[in-house]
């Protein structure tokens, strides 16, 4: 008997519902990152994967062994949490860069100008 | 400068310690050695003393956010699976003015922004307190600027008042 | 078709939706075209990386590989602010 045998049937369904759902949306996140077609347009498709493609599997598995081991297993509410304040840090950074390296070079796109300039 | 200069920060740190070891006497000992260390180092990296009040409209801030969070993931998948079929969508950069001047309410705001899929907080332009959002599927700009002026800015000015 | 059977085939599904992110991210990074290209595929690497190492986890029944996810996740991010701050200033700490 293995392991996702003794869970009760209602909750691996939710779980199998969850880290499917999460798995798809990572997915389509990479998917996007590589069929957009500018840099700005592809910041966006990460977020697919760090906010409901990592909460997606990050809640399947706290489910999983909370109820396996008869008590509430909280680690992964936390990595959930670091995710979720860290990508934007990355993201933001990643974005400012783009810009500055775009403004360096005189390409940068012309709604990004300040007002004063335009 | 008192033992326990932040708190707050040392008790969530060694919460998050006994959570991540194991609950013992001696994970405990030295997980409130590693709280009060890390109060001492947050004390030094923070300028300012952050102050949060209402409770309940941080819940509200916290349920609105979750809400938005779940409805723009649908919107971007269905638009990167459905990308190639309709070119109308139409990405770009807004200019937001912005009322908030508080440093961490700001920095909630972009934590806010960015992890909603389909916005991204690119730059704040320090002379007028614009905000330059990069917007996934641009229909109307000022239909943006007040989804951020009316939803989120009076939340975040009440709590980080 | 019993829900543990069920449960066990979306696990081994989304090991494979969840590798060729991974995939999909690195071919992002090898192509580019700009460096900030790279350094958000490298970022998305990291993200599918530690998914992956969760979802194993719950296919094999440990919580031991969650540390290894808790890793990952916290060198990704810190890898992924270095390289997008080199390419803001063109140096890592000022």
Known sequence: MTHLEQLPPSVALIIAAFVALGSILTLIGALGLIRLGNFYDRLHAPTLATSWGAGGILLGSVMMFSTLGSRLVVPELFLGLMMLVTTPVTLMVLGRAALHRDRAEGRAPYDTLPLSKK | ?161 | MTPALILAWVLLLSQVCLVSALVLASMRAIRGPRAQDRVTGLDTMYVCAMLLMVVTGMRQGTHFLFEAALVIGTLGFVATTAMAKFLLRGEVIE
Not at chain 2, 113 to 128: C, E, R
Not at chain 2, 151 to 156: D, G, K
């Open chain 2, 1 to 161: 400068m008192s033992m326990i200069p932040h708190p707050v920060v040392s008790i969530l740190v060694t919460i998050l310690w006994m959570v991540l070891t194991g609950f013992s006497t001696g994970q405990l000992v030295l997980g409130v050695l590693v709280g009060l260390i890390a109060g001492v180092g947050y004390g030094r990296l923070a300028t300012d003393r952050v102050r949060l009040r209402r409770p309940g409209m941080m819940l509200r801030l916290a349920g609105r956010v979750a809400l938005d969070i779940i409805q723009s993931n649908y919107n971007v998948a269905a638009l990167i699976l459905h990308d190639r079929r309709r070119h109308r969508r139409k990405s770009g950069f807004v200019r937001i003015p912005l009322d908030l001047t508080n440093r961490n309410a700001l920095a909630t705001l972009a934590i806010i922004v960015t992890s909603t899929p389909g916005t991204a907080w690119i730059d704040l332009d320090p002379d007028d307190n614009h905000l330059l959002l990069h917007v996934f599927d641009l229909k109307d700009e000022d239909d943006w600027a007040h989804t951020i002026k009316t939803r989120y800015e009076p939340l975040l000015m009440e709590i980080f008042r």
